[in-house]
């Protein structure tokens, strides 16, 4: 059944099943909730074009009003929502970067479909940069980044913020991201199918978030469809990629992109992963986060 022909009972049916039937059960063991127990979270509501946003602010032991903030995005494939592993994330960043960290709980599809969670999140982007004195923190040492469909948030937002002059995020860090709604998941990484996200729930996600089949063109969707002429000047890169996921050949071919536009780009590629593992705090998920800190900690190292 294609996008156009499902009525918005099969959406929710579908949405219902994804939601319900996660592939990774995220595992909650008293060291991780150590962490979140550790910092101070605060709910926050922020204005966007789509309503409020509510967002979780993580705050570190000893952060002052001047910290850096890293905006993470979580994954779900647009569809499945936010969970306190996405926080404990946050919370070891925070811990480890003594930045604050901006945990967004975006709308999700089939009930708000592309671009509503892209516009939700860029206007939220948008806001953390004018109002640096309301979260406490240096407006000019933000960093944006996310996992999966977070990571495709993150490059969609980097993009349209490169076009429009109206922020400059001091880094992007895409994990594992979903780049390209455009191609059939079997042709994308010939071969490699995974338990974690097998063909037919990458469909199943793809049918949920397009309003109509032009969507998937959509450069703010299909990032790799981005006109080349639209990157140079983008803020450096960190594009991890799980060599056992079906989404690794689209984030080496964007960081191909972006190298070739002349960004700076550190990829990695964990060669014993698999698509989640860094949220879930699976195989190769320790070297992964040591990799995002450090790469958050030099880009809010303040210039001279």
Request: hydrophobic share 45%; charged share 25%.
């Amino acid at each position: 059944m294609s996008t156009s022909e499902m009525t918005e009972g099969d959406r929710g049916a579908l949405a219902e099943s994804l939601r319900r039937n996660p592939t990774l059960v995220f595992e909650n063991t008293p060291e991780k909730q150590a962490l979140l127990d550790r910092v101070t979270v605060s709910e926050l509501a922020i204005p966007t074009r789509h309503g409020d946003c509510r967002a979780m602010l993580v705050v570190p032991p000893g952060a002052d009003e001047n910290a850096p903030l890293f905006i993470n995005f979580h994954g779900g494939g647009f569809v499945r929502g936010y969970e306190v592993r996405d926080t404990i994330f946050c919370a070891d960043i925070a811990l480890r970067t003594g930045a604050k960290v901006l945990d967004v709980d975006y709308r999700l599809a089939p009930e708000h479909r592309f671009p509503v969670a892209f516009e939700e999140c860029y206007d939220l982007c948008a806001w953390a940069f004018a109002n640096g004195a309301i979260l406490g923190i240096d407006a000019g040492r933000i960093a944006i980044g996310g996992h999966s469909a977070g990571g495709n948030l993150t490059a969609a937002i980097t993009l349209r913020a490169n076009q429009t002059g109206d922020f400059v995020p001091v880094l992007q860090v895409l994990d594992y991201p979903f780049l390209d709604a455009a191609t059939d998941p079997a042709d994308k990484t010939p071969g490699l199918e995974d338990e974690v996200l097998p063909y037919e729930r990458m469909r199943a996600f793809n049918k949920l978030i397009l309003r109509s089949p032009e969507d998937a063109l959509n450069p703010y969707l299909s990032v790799v469809r981005a006109d080349p002429a639209d990157l140079p000047g983008m803020p450096p890169a960190v594009v991890l990629v799980a060599a056992k996921d079906p989404l690794a050949g689209e984030a080496l071919r964007y960081a191909q992109m972006l190298v070739e536009a002349g960004v700076d780009v550190r990829l990695r590629k964990f060669l014993n992963s698999r698509h989640g593992f860094v949220t879930n705090g699976l195989e190769e998920a320790a070297d992964a986060r040591s990799l995002i800190v450090a790469a958050l900690t030099g880009a809010f190292r303040p210039a001279g």
